[in-house]
């Protein structure tokens, strides 16, 4: 479970106290020598200019985050039990002068941010064979619920899951999650039918997620996928997807991922009717360090596409800032990646890429169209001291004739340091 922990000068210290005291009862060799300690960092500095001067015109933040994942081993025997820690810090390097609300911080009650804030969550599994049980905190991504994780810190689920691959080629999973602790947050809250638009009636409250899945690769090169969800009172959806890569020679391949999500009303919620059919998918070539990719999303039916509030939509358009996910929305995409290996410049990668929509139905018109363009350079420093630090480019352009406008940059720098 997760715990709102604040103003915690060191929630990573705290998260390895908690695991090593908890655990100690149960140390046996495997429950220590499989066990690993990470800590990540995140600089992020975000500026969204929404092009206008109505209302809040510009958004612009920065952080830098911490984040420290410890893992233990299972300890011997028919049935291993373990105990996973998430110690989790941000602490803010410049906000204020109403420029809040990037999600990179949290927003008091008076409209400023708070110096640093932070969490701690625990997880304990069981594992059985090649059956894992997990309880506690997770950070889900699948197709019926993928957390965002593009801010300081993850959005994280509270819940159960399990999850088996004990038949070569078929993982299963199943669970439930009941609150969830948004990106800027420290506190849990009930899930929510995320609203962009005004798509639904309202921003629907549920009690938990249930959900259940299959993928089974069939070969190296082709995997099927299968999962269901049901957001309780308010929606269910049936997901399927396909994963296909063909070699043609040494350095060149085609690509398909190929997805359909089917989503309808269930309960007495006061979300309003819920009906859609998102039919989305994106073809690919490669040849060296090129790839070029296109993409096509189809909303159909009465409604837009339906997901947890501050969550990631499982979709091909759902790109910097928008998804493309209005009622009767079409979207298709152009994309270009570059890796920079090709020409004698390993960790560098380059992608852009420009997204178009038209025939949207959203509250109060029909016909609406939109488009974004993203500009992405990443290096990753591939030797010396500062080996493995990344830093990350990322600028999107966004115009619609229904929503806000906006230009937006993001500069990232992030590192993983293995402790043990």
Wanted: avoid cysteine; proline fraction near 3%; aromatic fraction near 10%.
């Amino acid at each position: 479970m997760l715990t709102a922990v604040r103003r915690s000068p060191a929630p990573a210290r705290l998260a390895l106290a908690v695991a090593a005291a908890s655990l100690a009862p149960l140390a046996q060799a495997a429950f220590i020598e499989d066990s690993s300690a990470t800590l990540q960092t995140h600089n992020i500095y975000l500026n969204r200019d929404f092009r206008e001067g109505t209302a809040q015109s510009k958004r612009e933040e920065w952080t830098q985050g911490f984040i420290l994942d410890v893992q233990s081993g299972f300890t011997e025997g028919t049935v291993g039990v373990g105990l996973d820690a998430l110690g989790m810090l941000g602490v803010k390097l410049d906000s204020g002068g109403g420029r809040a609300g990037t999600d990179l911080l949290p927003v008091q009650d008076d409209g400023g941010t708070p110096d640093e804030f932070s969490r701690l969550g625990l997880t304990a599994k069981a594992k059985i064979a090649e059956t894992e049980l997990r309880y506690g905190s997770h950070i889900p991504e699948m197709p019926v619920v993928k957390a965002s994780d593009s801010r300081t810190l993850p959005q994280v689920f509270e819940g159960g899951t399990a999850t088996s691959k004990d038949i070569e080629g078929l993982t299963l999973i199943g669970g439930r999650l009941d609150k969830v602790i948004d990106r800027a947050s420290t506190n849990s809250q009930d899930l929510q039918l995320n609203n962009k638009n005004s798509r639904f009636a309202s921003a629907a409250e549920a009690d938990h997620l249930t959900f259940a899945g299959a993928e089974y690769a069939f070969n190296k090169n082709l995997t099927g996928r299968y999962y269901y969800g049901e957001l309780d009172d308010v929606y269910r959806q049936h997901f399927f997807g396909l994963l296909a890569v063909k070699p043609l020679t040494d350095n060149s391949a085609l690509s398909a991922d190929l997805r359909v999500m089917f989503s309808d009303d269930t309960g007495a919620a006061n979300a309003g009717k819920i009906d859609n059919q998102a039919w989305n998918g994106m073809l690919g070539y490669s040849l060296g360090g090129h790839k070029v990719s296109l993409g096509y999303q189809q909303m159909r039916g009465d409604t837009g596409y339906a997901y947890i509030d501050g969550s990631d939509p499982f979709l091909v358009n759902f790109v910097q800032i928008n998804d493309f996910a209005n009622a009767d929305e079409r979207s298709w995409q152009a994309r270009y990646d570059y890796n920079f290996a090709a020409m004698g410049i390993p960790g560098l990668t380059f992608l852009t890429r420009y997204i178009s929509g038209d025939n949207a139905e959203y509250a109060g018109g029909s016909n609406g169209s939109e488009w974004e363009r993203d500009i992405e350079l990443k290096y990753v420093v591939q030797s010396g001291p500062l080996k493995n630090v990344a830093v990350r480019w990322r600028n999107a352009m966004f115009r619609s004739d229904f929503a806000r406008d906006a230009d937006e940059n993001r500069l990232i720098v992030s590192y993983s340091l293995p402790i043990w």
